[in-house]
């Protein structure tokens, strides 16, 4: 009987927390957040933009906010976490001029979980690292340097795998 109450007490408590919370975020919205809906407590948007996903066009998703909210920038809520989806040139352009300065790069546990630790997963100092190390395998030179190799590799590739693939009357347009 003791234990059934404490559980139910610790349900409650729960329970009033999450309430709590997403009444805060709804009815008092924060006057530095901008416009946006954060769909159903707990799961949000998400299910609406994996719905898009799942018809192939995550971009109505990402449209229909745009013309309900503002096409530069909208708030949302996916995967639990609450989001600002910066839209169009201008709010591409703050973002990657001001990383690490104004904004920093910041992942949701979800995304984090699922890609471990990969390139995408990685920010602040180390990313500059990595980036700088990258940049020297890809620059112009470094880049002129493989073309002839990925030439040869793709040629190597499509001979063993893809000759005779195509349909014959491909092969006679191309000729």
Known sequence: M???????????????????????????????????????????????????????????????????????????????ETLAVFCGPAGNKFLFSNENKLVNLWWPRSVKKLLKSSLVNVAGDEAKRIRRILLTFLDPDALKRYIERMDLVTQHHISILWEGMLPDNLLEKKS
Request: hydrophobic share 40%; with cysteine.
């Open 2 to 80: 003791l234990s059934t109450l404490i559980l139910l007490g610790i349900f409650l408590l729960v329970s009033l927390y999450i309430i709590t919370k997403t009444l805060k975020e709804r009815l008092i919205p924060n006057p530095h957040l901008p416009p946006g809906s954060l769909g159903w407590p707990l799961i949000g948007e998400t299910l609406n933009y994996l719905g898009t996903c799942l018809a192939g066009r995550p971009d109505w998703f990402l449209r229909d906010r745009m013309e309900k909210h503002d096409p530069q920038v909208f708030k949302t809520s996916l995967f639990g």
